[in-house]
């Protein structure tokens, strides 16, 4: 089963999805509905939960403004550690430097725990191209493996299956018997992957943060299953996006908390896994490299309009709150990225012209800047990109005199009556209800102009009440 939403068919897949719909409750809408609740319990327990936020993000966007500076101390702290540091331009060059230091240690077949970025720069399939066999080992991420998918959410990959759907699966693709119990399914991936740990030569991590003062790589999990890949292979190598730098571990507690918070509304995550470098032995590994990814993000810092994005901490409240993503799910997106941060990075990252319905695919409800940890104004950035998306295929340009007439019309009485007048004849002659406006009245109704105008109801009404001269 592979998903075939493509990101520039957004409005496509929508529709289909909203026709195709199965009857009864979807997952992605009672799971979302559960996740906000939830977060929404936690942020009740800090009655100063406004000033911390607002603290978290403006230390946020001190750390993006100070990116470059960030870096450098980073890179410093990570070479005195030993850890391998490699640049990569691109989704191409991310892909084939994993490759090449899995060549180079003869290796073929990796250990992954959750990471979006390499679902971005598509690593797997990069990977299985060149013979190697990439094993997610999150039980999500693994659950959307085992069907040839792509995750639904950010954070939680599988969100749209129910545990009837995972049942089905690990009948079919791990020939056991069918069996719905979520303790019994774990159980069952967690034999079938315990295997594949003890076997690995390879693991690869996403990065939540990296602490600029310390050099500390951190990752964020609930299963240990992170842990793992980065404690018992032999060559660890972390995948982290430009932008995911903090500067102290005081910076980090502050984050971890708000993103644990946001995403799943729990107090903290499970782990928070700190690795500072090659630990040769029994309890880490002999090589750990990190790959800076770029990708567009470097372009994005020097958009003054939209390097506000760059404080996104991939919590997924955002998704969890959007009406529009609790309708349809992440499939329909394309890409990696759904909900109301998809609709702004991933033309961000694609390019307009290859997510060119995203940021139109919201109705700027405003849900998703209120619950968003770091406040992102992702209204706000949605209507820039809409009007940038505007002027980028403008061609003959209609809309300009059209709001021209229509302010002659509003500004001058005479005019707006004559307007109105002829309106009502259209309406009155048209002879199949009120005339259609294209990519208006497909979804919502033409109201009808009333018969007799209201000014005139109210003269009416005040000539009847004129007391008689007699
Ligand atoms: S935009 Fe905000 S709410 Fe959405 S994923 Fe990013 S940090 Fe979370």
């Not at 030569?201 to 964020?220: D, K, P, R």
């Not at 918070?261 to 903290?268: F, W």
Request: hydrophobic content about 35%.
């Amino acid at each position: 089963m592979s998903n075939p939403s493509k990101t520039n068919d957004l409005k496509k897949n929508i529709r289909n999805t909203l026709k195709n719909r199965p009857d009864g409750e979807l997952p992605y809408k009672k799971n979302t509905r559960k996740a906000v609740s939830k977060r929404d319990e936690r942020a009740g327990e800090w009655q100063d939960f406004s000033e911390r936020r607002a603290h978290i993000s403006s230390r946020r966007r001190e750390d993006i403004e100070d990116l470059h500076s960030l870096h450098k101390t980073l890179r410093d702290n990570l070479k005195s550690h030993g850890v391998i540091i490699h640049d990569a331009e691109d989704s191409d060059s991310a892909c084939r430097h994993v490759l090449d230091i899995l060549h180079k240690h003869k290796i073929d077949r990796l250990l992954k725990s959750k990471t979006m970025l390499s679902e971005e720069i598509e690593l797997n399939s990069f990977l299985t191209e060149h013979g190697v066999t990439p094993v997610e080992t999150d039980l999500g991420e693994y659950i959307v493996q085992l069907r040839g998918e792509t995750p639904s959410h950010i954070t939680m990959p599988a969100m749209h299956l129910t545990r009837e759907d995972v049942g089905r699966l690990f009948e079919e693709k791990l020939h056991i018997d069918y069996t719905d119990n979520p303790e019994e399914l774990t159980d069952i991936a967690r034999n079938v992957l315990r295997q594949e740990f003890l076997a690995a030569g390879a693991g690869l991590c996403g990065v939540n943060f990296a602490v600029a003062e310390t050099g500390h790589i951190a990752t964020v999990t609930n299963e240990g299953n992170g842990r793992m890949v980065t404690t018992l292979p032999r060559v660890v190598i972390a995948l982290m996006g430009w932008e995911r730098v903090t500067r102290s571990l005081e910076d980090l507690s502050l984050l971890w908390q708000m993103l644990a918070r946001s995403a799943t509304g729990q107090k903290a995550t499970v782990y928070l896994n700190l690795m500072r470098g090659a630990s040769p032995g029994p309890s880490g590994p002999d090589e750990v490299h990190i790959i800076i990814v770029d990708n567009g993000r470097k372009d994005i810092y020097e958009d003054l309009e939209m390097r506000e994005m760059l404080r996104c901490i991939r919590c997924g409240a955002c998704l969890n709150v959007c009406p529009v993503y609790q309708q349809v799910g992440g499939h329909p997106y394309g890409g990696v990225y759904p909900g109301p941060m998809g609709k702004v990075i991933s033309p961000l990252l694609l390019g307009l012209d290859n997510a060119p319905d995203h940021p139109f695919a919201s109705t700027l409800c405003g849900a998703c800047e209120e619950i968003c940890p770091v406040s992102i104004p992702l209204p706000e950035l949605m209507l820039l990109l809409r009007s940038r998306k505007i002027n980028l295929h403008r061609g003959i340009d209609y809309e300009a005199p059209a709001w021209k007439t229509f302010e002659k019309m509003m500004s001058n009485e005479k005019n707006y009556n004559k307007a109105t007048k002829a309106a009502r004849n259209i309406q009155r002659y048209w002879m199949f209800g009120n005339p259609p406006i294209p990519g208006w009245t497909r979804q919502k109704d033409n109201p009808d102009i009333a018969p007799v105008p209201f000014r005139d109801l109210f003269d009416k009404i005040e000539d009847d009440q004129e007391p008689d001269d007699e």
